[in-house]
């Protein structure tokens, strides 16, 4: 398993960006799928964006299609959420979550369950 640490939440007001990033330990990152999940209080926990391997697969949830991008730089062992155009509804606390993938498979994961390595957290809070 790797250990993953986020970092880059903050306050922003609504119409404004951050960017999320999440380093991995590990010597082996490159081969986990990575995903961005948030959770707001009194919700479940719900997948915002997901990368493969190679950061040649993404996927997007709707709500945040076309406002959030989501890459990784395998050189330095870590993966990004930039996150424009941000609204009220996006406050949460956003998580990384790692899966090791086999072989060269490009498969996306998107539920909760399907990962093995979670971060700790950072919490983006969106002012209107």
């Known amino acids: 398993q790797v250990q993953l640490v986020e970092s880059g939440g903050g306050l922003v007001q609504a119409g404004g960006s951050l960017r999320l990033s999440c380093a991995a330990s590990?010597?082996?990152?490159?081969?986990?799928?990575m995903g961005w999940f948030r959770q707001a209080p009194g919700l479940e926990r719900e997948i915002v964006a997901a990368?493969?391997?190679?950061?040649?697969?993404?996927y997007y949830a709707d709500s945040v299609k076309g406002r959030f991008t989501i890459s990784r730089d395998n050189a330095k062992n870590t993966v990004y959420l930039q996150m424009n155009s941000l609204k009220p509804e996006d406050t949460a606390v956003y998580y990384c979550?790692?899966?090791?993938?086999?072989?060269?498979?490009?498969?996306?994961?998107?539920?909760?369950?399907?990962?093995?390595?979670w971060g700790q957290g950072t919490q983006v809070t969106v002012s209107s």
């Open positions: 590990g010597r082996t990152f490159s081969s986990y799928a």
């Open positions: 979550a790692a899966r090791a993938t086999l072989g060269l498979s490009e498969r996306l994961y998107s539920a909760p369950g399907d990962f093995g390595s």
């Open positions: 990368i493969s391997w190679s950061g040649g697969s993404t």
